[in-house]
Every structure is written in C-alpha cells, then in structure tokens.
C-alpha cells in the first residue's frame, strides 16, 4: 500500500513537534498560573524538558499478509486517543505525558520454560523477520474501534527464537514500569481508585502483564509492532515494541514489552486481577457476550457519526474460529 | 446585599447567557474539530456532566442562601434547575440518535440490561415531571404542598445521577468521588437544617 502524507507547507515552516509541545505546556502552565507575561519566554522554554521523540520513517517495510481493505484513521487520531493508564486514565494524556518514556537502550528478556532462554535488543528484534504493513482493526472492550495500519512481523517469528518446552502453555507478557515518568500509574487518580476500592479496586497492578494461550501467542495475525503509518512506534502507542492481538480487545495488545515469559498455567493479566467479572482472559472480541455495564454488539469506529454492527472476533473469524472450536465462549470471555 | 428587581432582571440575563457558555464551546469544538478522535463521545459526556453539574448547582442555591442570607439566590434557582434538565436532554438525545440510531428495541432491551442504562434513564425520567410542572402556573394548579413535595424528587435524581456517572468509569473513580462528595455535602447541609429547625421549634413549645 502506498501511504501518502500530505505536505502542503515547506518543511521549514513546520515548528518541530518538541518546541511545538513546549509551547504549548507553556502556554498551558502560563494561563494556568497568570504569570504568562510576567515570565520572559527564554527563561520558561530553559525550564521545561526536552520533549518527545521525532517521526522516523522505517526503510522497507512491505505490505503483509491479512491487511484488511478498511480506510485507516488519521494519523492524529490513532496517536493522541490512547489508552496507555501508566500515565493516565484520560483518552488524551499518553500522548501529553508519554515522551518521557525511556525506551532507549531497549531489550526484551525472554524466558521461563524454553530451551534457549534469551534477551534481545531492540536492534536484534528489529532484524529477526522482514517488517510488514498490516491494517488491522482495533476493538477496545469500551465500545470504540479504529483501523491502524501497523508495522511489524508475526509474533511467532521472535517466540521460534527460544524453542519453548512442551510444558510451556500460555505466553505472559509484561510491559516496562518506570514509575519516575509514569504520572498516572501511581498518581492521585490510582491512590483515589485505591481509596474508592470500586470495580476491584487499587488501580491497575503494575507492570502491567497480559497474556495469551501459546497457540494465540503463535498465530501468524499476532503480531509484534514496531511501528504504525511507515514510522517507528510513538511513546503513546506503545513504542519502542507492542503486542497486537486484532481479534481480542485492545488492552490485550499490551505496550512498551519489556519481558516475555513462557509458563504453565494462565497467567494473571491486568485488568483481569482489577476486576475478573469484567475483563476475562480471553477477551475475544464477540457482540454477543456483554460486558456487565454495556453492550458490546456495536461499536463506534473513530469518525463516522453512528455506530456499526461489532463484528464476531472483530471481523477476523475465519483465522481464529478454529482456535476456541468447543469453548463456551460465554463461559471463557 | 439586596438586589432591585430590575437588578435582579440583569443578573437572570446574565445567568441565562452564562449557561449556555458550555454548550457554545461544544458546538464551536465540534466546528472547529478540536474535540479530538472522538468528538461524539467527547460531546456526550460533556453534556451529561454539565447535568450534573448544574443539578448540583441548583441545589446549592438553598445552603448558599441560608449562609449568605442573599435571597435573590433563589430567583435563579428555578433557571439552573431548567438548564441540568436541557443539558440532560441534550445528553439523552445524543444517546437515542447516535448511540443507539433511535432503534427502539434495542433501547428498550439495553435500558432493561444495563443498569448503568436503567439509571440514566430513570434519572432523565423524574427531571422530566420536574421540568414540566416548574411554572408558576402549574404550582398553583397543584397547590405549593404537592408541588414542592413532588420537586423533593431532584434528591433522588441527583443521586443517580452521580451512581449512572460510577457505572461509567472503568477505574479511575476520582471525578464520581468527587461529585459524591459534593452532593453528599449539598444534601448533608439540608439534613443538619431540618434537625436545627426542629429542635427550635421544639425548644419555642416548651
């Protein structure tokens, strides 16, 4: 697929993003404070941070296989409507705070039952199998979806690296936790939500762990991201590598991977542990098993005015049906 | 402080104007596509905050004006009470269209599935008697005993309206929190009024 940016204005009159951002948490502070005039602009611009990470195109990425023929959300939209709770519960604040996210050196530990126990670099990881455009769909389990087209290769490309045991049944994965930039993990709102000791309470247990059941794990539409729209990945999106699941909803596709362990038994993922009525294991995305509080049978896609009829296992059942054949579904959701 | 009628005609313009400030902003967001990836969510949640908001802030009008002593407070009661039912009905409206594609059995079986569902309609339902019967007209026709004791229903329909606003959050429960803690105040002042007022009473007859 060709993928067009539009350039309607020279790139030197484009203000780069950092400065563009320091602005505006400038503006932000100084409106917020009264002291925007007072304050002179040097001395305020000195006091903020380096802001976040450019946009860095990937050099020959090829479309892959189970693209789907879907219009893509815009860029904008995919990258500043995130749900990424480490650094807050609002739809928009990965993509204010998420800069300061460290992914830089990066690896990713591999281990528990495998023969070859491993940790890979980001540049190793990046190497292992040819990167691939896929568009998916993205369901979240809040009722809204969106079509990213992400970069990266099947999943099962990396796991094949360790040569897993025959004991080993389900993948964990676990996402990084540096508490010293992630405001909303530990903040005000988690200590309130502890505090409210609501729908279980305590916030969310970080890091935040997912899992999958080994034949998911393997499949080839499982994928490892490593970037979306022919760019690396943007802190707010789960960079520098993320897990995308397209037939389960969204929060299984965990971010900003860290560690991967192979193990026996099901592993207890996030938001299972914050509230199991709600958020099942296998989080398949199906409209005809609710979520407690709404529906799930429809979903709104970012940027059409109704919502659309929510597809079983979000469109991808002639990959997947095969995996759950003789489930309740109801049962295992 | 007392106000002159005709400063009090100022004043209720200018609340009036003041009200529909929310609401201005939402739609010259929507003009100007500043309400992010999801502006029809972005709407309806504004809206049935601002609900929120000016139901809370109508029934502050009360304890305002038993501390202060402005009894002005109260010429303007009736008007928020009127906007926290406009902007639910916005907020409901925005529900039935471009939630639910005004598909009524689905309505239907999502009120009775969901209590999340089940509480914000029941909510809009008692606001709607309420609105309805607020004119001076319709006090006399009902006498002020009956008309005041049905208004007593704008307690229950605050309340929930803060638990339909639980029900919505995933986790982070700071703003239910907060809004529970307002209304618990706004109705905890009126429960230590009606105490006070009866131990005087009782203390004038002895």
């Known amino acids: 697929m060709l993928i067009k940016h539009p350039h309607d204005c020279p790139a030197s009159e484009i203000t780069p993003q950092n400065l563009f951002r320091q602005r505006r948490e400038f503006l932000k502070y100084s409106i917020g404070t009264g002291i925007g005039l007072a304050l002179p602009w040097p001395a305020a611009q000195a006091a903020n941070e380096p802001a976040e990470d450019p946009r860095i195109k990937i050099a020959g990425v090829k479309p892959g296989p189970f693209s789907i023929a879907e219009k893509p959300n815009k860029y904008e939209h995919i990258t500043t409507y995130n749900n990424f709770y480490e650094f807050g519960t609002s739809k928009t604040d990965p993509a204010e705070r998420a ?3 460290k992914t830089s050196p990066w690896s990713i530990t591999i281990e528990g039952l495998v023969k070859k126990p491993k940790t890979l670099s980001l540049d190793a990881i990046m190497k292992i199998a040819p990167l691939e455009e896929r568009i998916y769909r993205l369901r979240c389990v809040e009722g809204w979806s969106m079509v990213v087209p992400w970069v990266g290769y099947s999943l099962s490309a990396l796991l094949k690296q360790v040569e897993p045991l025959g004991s080993a049944k389900y993948v964990e994965f676990e996402s990084t936790y540096q508490p010293d930039v992630m405001e909303g993990g530990a903040g005000f ?15 969310l247990d970080w890091p935040y762990v997912e899992g999958l059941r080994l034949d998911e794990a393997m499949h080839p539409l499982t994928l490892l991201s490593v970037g979306l729209y022919g760019e690396l990945l943007q802190k707010q999106n789960g960079a520098p590598v993320r897990l995308v699941v397209p037939w389960k909803y969204g929060f299984k596709s965990a971010k900003s991977i860290v560690k991967i362990r192979f193990v026996e038994k099901e592993p207890a993922t996030a938001w299972n542990k914050a509230n199991a009525t709600e958020y099942g294991f296998y989080s398949n995305v199906n409209p005809e098993v609710d979520h407690p509080r709404w529906s799930q049978a429809t979903e709104r896609r970012l940027g059409e005015l109704l919502k659309r009829k929510t597809l079983m296992f979000n469109g991808y059942g002639d990959q997947v049906a095969s995996l759950y054949k003789g489930m309740d ?5 | 402080m007392k106000l002159s009628s005709k400063q009090v005609t100022l004043l ?7 009200c529909l400030v929310p609401l201005g902003d939402l739609g010259w967001g929507l003009y100007q596509d500043t309400l992010g990836a999801n502006p029809i969510e972005t709407v309806i949640r504004a809206l049935g905050r601002w609900a929120l908001k000016f139901l809370l802030i109508t029934l502050a009008i009360t304890p305002l004006r038993k501390i202060t002593g402005f009894g002005w407070l109260m010429r303007l009661r009736r008007m928020l009470g009127l906007y926290a039912f406009f902007y639910a009905l916005l907020h409901w409206c925005i529900y039935l269209g471009l939630d639910q594609s005004f598909d009524w059995i689905e309505i239907a079986k999502d009120v009775i599935k969901r209590p999340f569902i089940t509480i914000g309609m029941l909510t809009f339902t008692i606001l709607l008697p309420l609105a309805i019967t607020s004119t001076n007209g319709m006090v006399q026709r009902m006498g002020f005993e009956r008309w005041q004791g049905l208004h007593r229903a704008v307690y229950a329909a605050a309340m ?23 209304l618990s105040v706004l109705l905890g002042m009126r429960l230590y009024y009606r105490r006070s007022e009866r131990l005087q009473t009782h203390a004038a007859g002895m």
């Not at chain 1, 709102?189 to 505090?195: D, K």
């Not at chain 1, 579904?329 to 959701?333: A, C, D």
């Not at chain 2, 209720?12 to 003041?18: E, G, I, N, P, S």
Request: charged content about 10%; aromatic content about 22%.
């Open chain 1, 99 to 101: 800069f300061r996210l």
């Open chain 1, 189 to 203: 709102a988690g200590g309130l939500g502890g505090f409210g000791g609501f729908g279980g309470g305590g916030g």
């Open chain 1, 329 to 333: 579904l109801r049962k295992f959701y």
């Open chain 2, 12 to 18: 209720k313009v200018f609340v009036f104007l003041a």
């Open chain 2, 160 to 182: 929930l309206a803060v638990l339909h606003f639980w029900w919505l959050v995933k986790l982070d429960v700071t703003w239910p929190l907060i809004y529970t803690a307002i």
